[in-house]
């Protein structure tokens, strides 16, 4: 029935750049800065790159295996994969995940235009670091103009879904891709020589291992999950719309790459830009929004018009990111409703829009007027991020693992690793293994870990 809407990404390269442009986002530019600051820089760093190996690609591989074969968005593939059986509530979880994703990460993707139009008027100009940090924390604590540029982003995102995604997804991912890549390499450049930078390379590059908690185990995982876009089955609904020659491991090694490269490159922006202007690496979700038109001014000071070019590309293109992230999320819960409900498109999109835009408002308003509400000490913009990232994507991650490695028919994995015998796939029995017995564990063990139940 839905078969007209089950189009194919035009190209191998297209498919890539999708995924990616799900994976790259805000996770990337503006929570792995912090979550680094948070947990000790260049030792949350090598941890997060081992759970991007160890955890992140095999289950990309899966998702990908659940998405192709299923051809349904995750709300619906694992009814279709194992009829009868409770695995449709995996699907069901993820759709929820993504959905509380989407109302917080919405806000943050309206401050990326607040940013925008501060730095196509020239607001940046002639601020010092000082000020910057005034004018986040006055624009970010308003009870309304937070407020519509979430309203903008998400009608944006909203706008975009209900004209159907398929060839403006890839579309837009091959052009913005690119261009974010170039921009940002630009910028780690100019930031790594602002005086004093060198404090945030070390930061950076140099582990401290006394650092390490289990703290910074969770916060990596989480981290991973998040920005591969893993654990909520949107690459699996992404992969419903692979055509049958698309190389599965080599995709996922492609955005895992393209994704970690972006993601150590913000660090070398954010970070010596920080400590050269004084700023805490742990100032926390505020990070990039204070350093980043810091090194636009002081890296160009004394060619104004190219300090004002390259502030508001970076700012378009980060929220061009979001949107590419935005769209992603928002698709696994339409989707959903229409598929399970059978709500016509426009009516799924508009009842996932208004929902995110009220927890949207409400994340929103609890930096500011509404801080005082607190669940475990955190502001429900955190506990939102906190339960999502670091519970409900690793959660959801391992049970797709359990479900590749453990229920589904080895013939059904071994045919779409492998494109149906076509191609070879040298990594399987690593790839199964990881599955099988190390993701299920290692991420349990995080969690008990974190729980303080192992002393
Ligand atoms: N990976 C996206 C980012 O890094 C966020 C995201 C998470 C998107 C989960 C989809 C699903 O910004």
């Known amino acids: 029935m839905q078969q007209h809407e089950r189009a194919n990404f035009g190209s191998k390269l297209g498919a890539i750049l999708a995924a990616a442009g799900s994976a790259v986002g805000l996770g990337n530019i503006w929570r792995f800065p912090f979550e680094a600051g948070n947990h000790g820089g260049a030792a949350f760093i090598l941890i997060y790159l081992g759970c991007v190996f160890i955890f992140g690609l095999p289950i990309m591989i899966a998702e990908f295996v659940i998405g192709r074969r299923s051809k349904a968005s995750t709300g619906k593939a694992y009814s279709v994969l194992a009829p009868g059986t409770s695995w449709k509530w995996v699907g069901y979880f993820g759709v929820l995940t993504g959905f509380l994703i989407l109302g917080y990460y919405s806000v943050v993707a309206g401050w990326t235009l607040e940013y925008v139009f501060q730095a196509a008027i020239g607001g940046f100009s002639g601020k010092t670091p000082g000020d910057f940090v005034g004018m986040f924390n006055d624009f970010s604590k308003d009870p309304l103009r937070p407020l519509l540029w979430l309203f903008i982003f998400i009608a944006l995102t909203h706008f975009v879904i209900v004209k159907g995604v398929k060839s403006g997804i890839e579309k837009s991912a091959k052009i913005m891709m690119p261009l974010l890549f170039v921009l940002i390499v630009l910028l780690a450049v100019c930031s790594v020589m602002l005086p004093g930078a060198w404090k945030g390379i070390e930061f950076l590059l140099k582990p401290d291992f006394s650092k390490v908690t289990s703290h910074v185990f969770l916060g ?157 000490s955190l502001t429900i913009f955190d506990a939102l991020d906190f339960l999502t990232a670091k519970i409900m994507l690793p959660l959801g991650g391992m049970l797709a693992a359990i479900f590749v490695g453990w229920f589904l028919k080895r013939k059904i994995v071994r045919d779409e690793v492998t494109n149906n015998g076509l191609i070879k796939a040298p990594y399987y029995s690593a790839f199964m293994f990881i599955l ?9 063990f995080i969690f008990i870990n974190e729980l303080g139940w192992l002393g």
Request: glycine letters at 8%.
């Open 220 to 376: 990596a995982m989480g981290q991973a999950f998040f920005s591969l876009s893993l654990g909520m089955g949107c690459l699996s609904t992404y992969a419903s719309y692979f055509s049958k020659d698309i190389r599965l491991g080599h995709t996922a090694m492609s955005v895992g790459l393209i994704d970690t490269c972006v993601s150590v490159l913000a660090g070398l922006v954010i970070f010596p830009a920080a400590f050269s202007v004084g700023i805490q690496p742990d100032a926390g979700p505020s990070l990039i929004f204070i350093t980043l038109p810091n090194v636009f001014q002081q890296a160009f000071g004394d060619i104004p018009f190219l300090s004002y070019i390259c502030a508001v590309a970076f700012y378009v293109l980060l929220a061009l990111a979001a949107l590419t992230s935005t769209i992603s999320l928002h698709e696994v819960a339409t989707a959903f409703l229409h598929e399970k409900f059978r709500f016509s498109r426009g009516k799924a999109a508009r009842l996932i829009s208004c929902s995110c835009l009220l927890i949207g408002i409400v994340a929103s308003l609890s930096l500011g007027d509404w801080s005082e509400y607190r669940i475990a």
């Open 436 to 444: 099988k017995y190390v993701a299920p564990i290692g991420i349990s």
